[in-house]
């Protein structure tokens, strides 16, 4: 049989010398390995003061984002619901009445934008199907829930927070690699 | 300075009070501080921090266990035997307690002109005494056991049991090489040769270790944690306990261990004997109390090193099965003192002419 790597090893079977008898002198040099890691870098990562840092590719929860005045970016074609090969996104459509001009972009906007995270597979497809930049996947985690209907996520919990009346959420919300891919649009 | 009332020293029996009161809570306290640094030291080998977030480096963090042991819910349960079940961690922590009587924990202290023995109890068969107390822990293991009217509490108390007296007869025969040499059974006296000459442990290496072998035995430390396997035996001999009886249990085990390691500190390492100190000297220019503050640190610097000592093997060694810890009790150690012991005889009787 052809050997999967060049690390495979035939196990030895020699009968154990007097020393390794004794077995105490095993122990000893056991002891001097975790002595040895007492002295080394911790792995771990203190959490709330530290946080692990993401890679630049990282895909996390979603963002509906809204543009410079606050508007909604979303104009609900429905692409990223199309794109989706979870089938995590619904959506309905509505019109934009006059004087909504100041909370949807375009004549169309979403009335319910809706995605399942139990099913959503972070695969980042509705962000690239998005022809208006309003949704894109952002650096942080979905929390835990107690039940199911708690992991779908509505608009409310979708939206990014107003970049007139709380910028510094919006800017936190937005995250790094948003941020550079907001500016090149 | 002796007031006498009905022909009684009253102020000796004041003074061993304190005494007693002092030497146990300094073992209560110190077994509290084992269960943090024994995290501690299970972190540093695996890389992790351990406990930090009560208090600094997490120093708080043996109150907030102790709170949620008492919080917690106590459970008796119904076909137990009742004052059975109760009396198995009382004996268990009891046992542990008492070893402590017969340790010297520094030499003389000056009490305004009363000269204050820091021992509780100077008596002539030290080590025996040491020995019946060690002995009764077995029946803290077993009477919990047999309580809880658990068929696997029962298989591990008598697992525990039948460990803890297989260790002790080598341990008794690795001691009796000791006693040769210093023939005195007198914890005291046997720390008194130890200040002047060598530390027995020179004379004693073979004896030292069996010792030590046999006291992780006693503790029921890992490797030899067989009581408490807890994946064929699902928990040990306390798996009905809940609350502060299990932690009763649980805190008997870092007392012994720290009663053990003084123990071993006293016979083998010279007890409160400061390496490379003439004592006597140091004595006549620092006074007779600031010496005895320095006898007890050294003492517990060398218990520290033995307690991190039983974390540092923990961590390390994997439990031992069931057949090969007995093989190694009756078959290895047993034959190894009594070899050491016939050896130790015959220098002695060869030294001696």
Redesign the interface.
Known sequence: MQALTNRARPVERKPMTFVERLYLWNIFKGMLITLKHFFKRKATISYPEQTRPFSPVFRGLHVLNRDEQGRERCTACGLCAVACPAEAITMEAAERKPGEENLYREEKYAAKYEINMLRCIFCGLCEEACPKDAIYLSETFAPANYQRKGLIYGKPDLLIPNPQEQPEEYKQALGNRANKQHQAN | MYSTLLAFDWLFLIEKLVLIVGIVSISLVIAMYETWAERK?AA??????GP?RAGPMGLLQPLADGLKLFMKEEIIPNTSNRMLFILGPCLAMLAAMMTSAVIPWGGKIDFFGREVNLQIADINIGILYIFAVVSMGVFGIMIGGWASNNKFSLMAALRGASQAISYELPMGLSLIALLMLTGSLKMSAIVGQQLDGTWNVVYQPLGF?IFLICAFAECNRTPFDLPEAENELNFGYHQEYSSMKLGFYLFAEYINMFISSAVMATLYFGGYDIPGVNDAHLTETVGVNLMALFQALTLFAKIGFFIFLFM??R???PRFRYDQLMNLGWKKLVPLALANMIITAAVVLWLKK
């Open positions: 030291v540093f080998m695996q890389d992790r921090r930090n270790l540092w093997v961590w390390t060694i």
